[in-house]
């Protein structure tokens, strides 16, 4: 407690008080040795730490109670009958004090306090005594007429002025005497009773996690359960139990997805390709204060810098709209269009330097507004992929080229296309194949522009090519096919073969694959496919999307796999749904654009570096 907040609840700034506010913070309470010449308070008002702890043991023994410095009496004769003895108001003072701090407790570290632990009835009891003591205090310091001036704010009449009374002049002799609710026998739940509790709960973790108020009424109607507590219990009281045994009827709480985030070839991604490469940069990284945060920066040659890009798509709905509110009483329900309605993707870049990727004045961007369907822009692919990273690296070499640019990609199968023809275990064959047959690949044929060429009917045409070569352990170029002067020449070795040009005699004769390549958690030497799939050479085959930035000097790096949240993309999108869901409605494509465009400039430079 404050030493301000200590001295506005005793006013003993103006009293000569032991405590004073503006002398001392945060001091004890405790007395001075030499204060003989005062009557001492009677022992159940002067050490109550006892008391506390037989009231509530798991709170009060977090709460520091301190002895109270003697005061003149603590009760005093009054003209009343019904108060004959009333508190002194030194006595008022430290009670004040005294339920303030068990209103408020201390947090055990920092400033501030947190939650007590006591229960609502007393905690409202606690506060209605506050209120009277206070009157009495900074009053007229007389306790009855203090007491009838206190109920005219709490809303009660004089009966209550009387029971407000006895709390008080309980509560200043003896703290552990807390006002407590008085309760009938009838009126006490039998859900107090322990063993009905535990045997109620362990009753409903034992049918899983869609359990029903039902559920508590049928085990209560059981014969056994029945005669051994001799009730049974309504479909309403079973609800009223679950709500008071911490349960309620809410939607299951939603946390981050964390599905493969411990796969071994997810963590060794991780730890020994991501992190080394994210954080290994020659470069510097840009940091920002408090201060600076919202600063825009200025690309300089003298101080270049390692700037990461993050791609990501996502896509609005037309329909999308905030449902949770504030409604105002009699508003009457508007009909609302059905489904999402239609939808617009949007697939950009952005990085805390510059924020959305896009040229100074604003003209040039390398933002995407597609709308896939069939019937419309048909779908996003590794062509669109590679057509946006080339309007990125336009914009980065024209107006950021002080700076070393790496784009950063999740690990979605149309980023992580590779060439046609590339090297793949995935449909090897074993053996060398029977004389009159040859195992090739499939790849799109393409004209002289490099695109694809498509058959009268409208079909893609396809042509059957060698896959590319692999590497040897010591580095040397190894054909997958016989070479020329080779009584096959031309022919697939098969994996057996190319095992042992390897050196790998035991593996060679392993089996082709297992059932489906659903091979045993961690194997790497279960079958053949799977000994080659984890050979360097065929993990280290480059996707397009490297290929293509390389040739530019641009580094592209992925994400580990299920791990969206290292992208700080994606709470950007959440912002600018968020401010899209409190737009207008769109109703037409043209409008979603224009709400999309607008939500998507909503999210400031500030909010995407914090």
Not at 514 to 538: E, H
Request: glycine share 6%; hydrophobic share 35%; with cysteine.
């Amino acid at each position: 407690m404050g030493r301000r907040s200590l001295a506005h609840l005793t006013g003993a700034r103006n009293l000569g008080h032991p405590i004073e506010g503006r002398q001392r913070k945060r001091r004890s309470l405790k007395p001075k040795e030499n204060c003989s010449s005062e009557p001492t308070l009677p022992v159940s008002a002067k050490n109550y730490e006892a008391a506390y702890l037989s009231v509530n043991t798991q709170y009060f023994t977090q709460l520091p109670i301190q002895e109270k410095p003697p005061v003149d009496a603590a009760l005093q004769p009054s003209a009343h009958r019904d108060d004959w003895r009333s508190p002194t108001v030194a006595a008022a003072q430290y009670a004040i004090a005294d339920i303030h701090t068990l209103l408020h407790p201390k947090r055990q570290t920092g400033y501030g306090h947190k939650m007590n632990a006591l229960q609502p009835f007393v905690t409202k009891r606690l506060q209605q005594i506050l209120i009277f003591l206070r009157v009495y205090v900074h009053g007229t310091q007389e306790w009855m007429k203090s007491s009838l001036v206190a109920v005219k704010f709490l809303g009660h009449g004089s009966y209550f002025a009387k029971r407000l009374r006895r709390w008080s002049r309980a509560f200043i002799l003896d703290r552990s005497k807390l006002p407590d609710k008085q309760l009938s026998s009838g009126s006490i739940s039998r859900l107090q009773d322990e063993d009905i509790e535990s045997d109620a709960n362990t009753h409903l973790q034992s049918l899983g996690k869609y359990v029903s108020a039902m559920d508590l009424v049928r085990y209560f109607q059981q014969d056994g359960v029945r005669q051994r507590y001799g009730f049974t219990i309504s479909l309403a009281t079973a609800r009223r139990w679950m709500r008071r045994m911490g349960m309620r009827w809410m939607k299951t709480p939603k946390g981050q997805y964390v599905d493969g985030h411990e796969r071994p070839d997810v963590v060794d991604y991780r730890q020994n390709n991501y992190i080394p490469r994210r954080f290994g940069s020659k470069l510097p990284l840009r940091t920002w204060t408090a201060g600076t945060i919202g600063d825009r920066v200025v690309p300089s040659s003298s101080e270049r810098h390692t700037v990461y890009w993050y791609q990501d798509e996502t896509t609005f709905t037309q329909n999308d709209r905030r449902q949770v509110r504030w409604v105002t009483r009699g508003e009457k329900p508007i009909p609302q269009p059905k489904g999402e309605g239609s939808s617009l993707m949007v697939a950009d870049f952005v990085s805390a330097d510059y924020g959305w990727l896009r040229s100074p004045d604003g003209k040039e961007e390398a933002r995407v507004l597609f709308k896939a369907g069939i019937n419309r822009d048909g779908y996003f692919t590794n062509q669109e992929i590679l057509d946006q990273a080339t309007r990125a690296m336009d914009i980065l070499e024209k107006y950021f080229p002080y700076d070393q640019h790496t784009l950063v990609y999740d690990n979605a199968r149309t980023h992580l296309k590779r060439a046609p023809g590339a090297l793949s275990a995935r449909q090897m064959v074993l053996n060398i194949p029977k004389p009159g047959r040859n195992w090739l690949v499939e790849v799109p044929e393409l004209n002289a522009e490099g695109q694809q060429v498509y058959a009268p009917d409208g079909t893609k045409l396809k042509k059957r090519v060698q896959m590319a070569p692999g590497t040897l352990p010591n580095g040397e170029p190894q054909s997958l096919y016989f070479p020329e002067g080779h009584p096959r020449a031309g022919i697939f070795k098969g994996m057996s073969t190319i095992l042992q040009e390897r050196g790998f005699s035991k593996e060679a004769s392993l089996k082709r694959e297992c059932p489906n390549f659903k091979c045993p958690p961690g194997g790497v030497d279960c079958c053949a496919r799977r000994f080659l799939y984890n050979q360097p050479d065929f993990v280290g085959v480059e996707t397009l999307l490297e290929i293509h930035c390389k040739k530019r000097g641009f580094e592209v790096l992925f994400l580990p796999k299920f791990h969206p949240e290292l992208s700080p993309i994606e709470p950007c999108w959440g912002s600018a749904k968020r401010s899209y869901r409190e737009l207008p409605l769109s109703h037409s494509e043209g409008e979603l654009e224009t709400n999309v465009l607008v939500s998507l400039e909503s999210v400031s430079l500030e909010e995407i570096r914090r």
